[in-house]
C-alpha cells in the first residue's frame, strides 16, 4: 500500500513558544524517560533535567570519556554506554549504572541519581563509537552497532551483576546506523546500515532490503498506517519515502520527498526531520507564508505527522540543524545542535476539536472525541454537526447513519423535512424506522413513515407498520385510501372499528351486497347511523335488501350475525396487486350466567346467535329519521310502513299510518293505471280502520295537496269541522248530504242553518226544495240567527224567490217581535222602581246618622277590634276577615 503525503491536509495543530537554551554544544547525546531529561557530553559530564528543563543534577563519570548513548533501563534508573581504545589496538565498552535515591522525607529536592555499578566489557575490535543501541522489553539485553559494522549483545542485570555476557551477532560491511527490536517477535532484530537493512533472528540473518537507513531514521511504530489496517512493528525515513515494516517485510510506503536525517515516533506522530540542503529544500514542500533562503545550510525542516488520521498537523522551520525531538505527553521539543529547545504545545482538546469542526474533519474530530471520552452532549453535538456535513457533501447514506446513532437527541422532525426536501425516501425511511425502533416516533412520524412505504411500494413494510399501530386511525386510512391502497385502507377500518370507512369504500367499490353483509354484523347501536348515511346508495343499488335490512332494524326483529371470515376481492387500482385477508369481525357474546352461548354454523360460513343470546334496542327507534332514504323508492317505502305499521308502539304508530296514506294516495295519483286504483282503495281503508290513528292536521293537508276528497271529507268529520266539511258539500251542490248533516248537527252547530240559506238563496238552488227551504227560514228566523238587516240582503239574493214564499216566515217573525217588545218593557219598569227604591235609601244616608249595634264580627264571631268596616246591610267585620264584599249580602256591592 502506498500513500501520497502531499495529497494529505494541513492542519496546525500545536503552538510554538520561544526558544530556550537549556544545553551546552558539547552536548553529545539526549534519552529522556518519565520525569526526567538527561543529555551527556563529550567531557564526560551528565546534566539531567526535570521535564520542565529545570536543572536537577549535574554527575561526572569516573573516567573522563564521552558518553556516546544514554539508555533508561527503568523509569528511575539509566546507563551510558562508551567505546574507548584499549592498549592493543582493541576497544572497550563502558557503562556506567545510575538509579535514583529517594529520600524517606517528603522534600523531593532531596532525591538524586548516584552511581549504583559499572561495567567494563572488552570487545576485539578496533575503537569504533556506538552508532546504534537498542534494549529488549525486558531490559535484560542490550544491541549495540557500532560504526565499524559489528553487532553486539550484552546480557544481563546491568544494575545487580558484577559481569555481563557479550556475544557478537554479526559483523557488518558498512557503519551500522540503527538497531531495533520487533515489538511483536522479541526474538527478531532489526539491523539497518547505510546500504542495506537485515533482520536477525537468532542464527539467521535475513536482507530485507538493499537500500540503507540514515541513522537515527528508524523507529519503533505500533498503530496502523490507516484505520483498517494493522499495526507495524518499525517506521524508517529514506530520502523518497516512509517505509513501514511488518512480520519482517517492508509492507506499505508514504511518497514523501527529501533528504531525511532524524525519524522518531511518539504515539500517532511521527517527527521528520529533513537534511538541510538545497536538494532537499527544492524538492521538499515548504510551508504556505515561510520563506527562507534555498542556499543556506542552516535552515532545517520539521514535520509532525499524524500517521492513523493522515494529517500534517506540524510544519515549521528551525534556523539551526535538529539534534534530537522530544516528546513529554502534550508537548513535543525540537533540541537544536547549539543547545536551543522549541518547544511545541499541543492544541487543547477543546481548540482542537474546533479546529477540526471548522476544516469539516468531522471524522477525525469523532475519533478524537471518542478517544478521550469527552462529555455525552458534546460528543453527540458533534455527531450530529458531522451528520449535517455529510447531508450537505451529499453523503445521505452516511448521514442518516449519524443521525441514527444519535436518535435520542436529534432534532428528528428537522432531519425528515432535510430529506424531504431532497426527495431521499430511502434514507428518510431508514431514520423513521429507527426512531419507531426506539419509540421515538410521533404519530406524525409514523404517518410519513406510512407515505414514505406506499411511494416505495414496500407492502410488506406497510402491513407490518399497519399492524403494529400507534398511530391515527383516521390519517392512516386517509393515506391508504388516497394512494389507492384500498385492501389495506378496509383491513385499517375493520380491525379498529371504521365502519363507516368500511361501508364508504365497499359501496364506493360497488360491492353492496358485501356492504349489506357487513351491516348486518353490525351492534343495533351503531347499525342506525351507518344505514342514514350509506340508505340511499344501498336502496338504489339493492332496494329489496335494503328495504328487509331497514325494516328488520326499525321493528325490533334486527339481530347481528357473526361471520367467522370472509376474504374481499378489492383490487387495487393505483398501485400493485398485494392482498391482505381481512380480520374476522368477531365479538362473542356472554350470557348473563357467564355461559358462552352456543353457536350454529352454516354452510354459507355465517354463525347464527341462539335467541338465548341475541340482544336488541331497548326502545324502538323513531322511523322517521329514515324517510328520507326512500325519496325516489315509493315502492320500498309503502312495504317499510306496511311492517312498520303492524306494531303497536303508539309513540310512532300515527306518524307512521299518516306516512303511509301519503304514500298510498301519491302512488294512486301517480299511477293511473289499475294498480292506482288499488293504492286508492287502500288509502280509503286505511281511514276506516278504527284502530289506526292518523295526523288528521297532515291528513286534511297532504288530501288538499293531492285533491283527495275522501280524505278531507274524513278530517272534516273527525275534527268537528262541520262548517267546513257542510261548505264543501254545498259547493259541490250535494244537497242531499248537506241536509243529512244539517239535521244531525243543526241543534248542536246552529250555524249551519244560515250556511245553508245563503246556499238556497243562490240563483236556481230552491228549485225543488221548497219545504226544505221554509223549515231552514223558519229556524233562523225563530233562533235569530241573523239580523234582520242581513236576513233581508239574504232573501234579496235570489231571484226565484216570492212574497208568498216568505209570507209566513215573515209573519211568525213580526209576531215574535211584538211578544219580545211587550217583555223588555216590563223589565224597564221593574228597573225603574228599583233604582227609585235605592235612591230614597241614599237620600236617608245623607240625611241622618247611621247607627252600628254589632259588637261581634260577622265571619269569624270574635269581638270587634279596629280597623272594621261596617256594610249597609248592618253586618260588621274585621278588617282581615273580608276583602271588597259583605259575604251575606250580594247588594253591598253597590255602595
Known sequence: MTLHVSNWKRLSLYHKRDRTRCFNRSFTCVSSRESYIVAGYSDGSIHILKDTFENFQTLELPLKVTVQQIIWLSADSFVTLSSVPDHDSESNVIIYCYKLIREPATDSSRDEFVLVNEHIIAVREPPYPITAFDLSLDARTLICGFASGLVISIKGDFLRDRSLRLSVLHQLKEPVTNVKFDIQEPNLLYVATTGKLITISGKVVSVLDHLGVAMNCM????????????????????????????????????LFYGEKH??????????????????????????????????????????????????????????????????????????????????????????????????????IALELAEQHRIPLEERRKLVLQYADYLFRQGSFSEAVKYYISEIQSCRATEICRKFLEVNEIGNLVRFLEALNFHLLASQDHLMLLLSSYIKLKRYSSIEHLLDKGGFNIMSAYDICYKSGLYEQALRLAKANGLHERVIDLLVEEGKYLMAIEYLKQMEPDVLESLLLISGHSLISNLPKETTELFISYYTGTYYPIRKEQKDTNLKQTKSAPYFLSLMPYSNPLVSLDGVIPEQSTHEDGVTKTPESAKTSLAELPNPQNCFHIFVQHIDCFIVFLESLLTKTNTEHQTFIATSLFEAYVRKSRNDISAEGAIY?????????????????????LISQILDFDEGVRYVQGKTGQMLDMFRSYCQKNDVN??????RTHGNEVQELYTIMLNYFCTDGNVDGWEKEFQKVLQFVITNRLVSTPQLVDILSRSSSLTFGDIKQALRNML???????????RQIEGKNRRIHAISEQLQILKSSAFVVQETVCSACGSELEPPVVHFRCHHSYHMRCIEDECPHCKWSSQL
Open 219 to 254: 523507529d519503533k511504530f505500533n498503530t496502523p498506517l490507516t484505520r483498517d489496517s494493522v499495526s507495524y512493528s518499525l517506521v524508517c525515513a529514506r530520502s523518497e519515502t516512509v517505509s513501514f515494516i511488518r512480520a519482517n517485510t517492508l509492507d506499505s510506503f508514504l
Open 737 to 742: 248530504r248537506a241536509l243529512a248533516m244539517l
Open 262 to 363: 532524524y525519524a522518531c515516533v511518539n504515539g500517532d506522530i511521527l517527527a521528520i526531520v529533513f537534511t538541510p540542503s538545497a536538494k532537499s529544500n527544492s524538492k521538499g514542500t515548504v510551508v504556505p507564508g515561510i520563506g527562507y533562503d534555498k542556499k543556506s545550510e542552516t535552515l532545517c525542516r520539521i514535520m509532525l505527522l499524524d500517521i492513523k488520521q493522515q494529517l500534517i498537523v506540524w510544519e515549521d522551520i528551525v534556523p539551526t540543524h535538529v539534534a534530537h525531538v522530544l516528546s513529554r505527553g502534550s508537548k513535543t521539543f525540537i533540541l537544536t545542535v547549539d543547545g536551543y529547545v522549541q518547544e511545541l504545545e499541543a492544541l487543547s482538546l477543546q481548540k482542537e476539536l474546533k479546529l477540526l469542526t471548522k476544516r469539516s474533519m468531522f471524522d
Open 815 to 825: 209576531r215574535f217581535f211584538e211578544s219580545a217588545i211587550g217583555a223588555n218593557g
Open 680 to 700: 286508492e282503495k287502500k288509502a280509503n281503508a286505511l281511514l276506516s280502520e278504527s284502530e289506526v290513528h292518523l295526523d288528521l292536521n297532515r291528513v286534511f
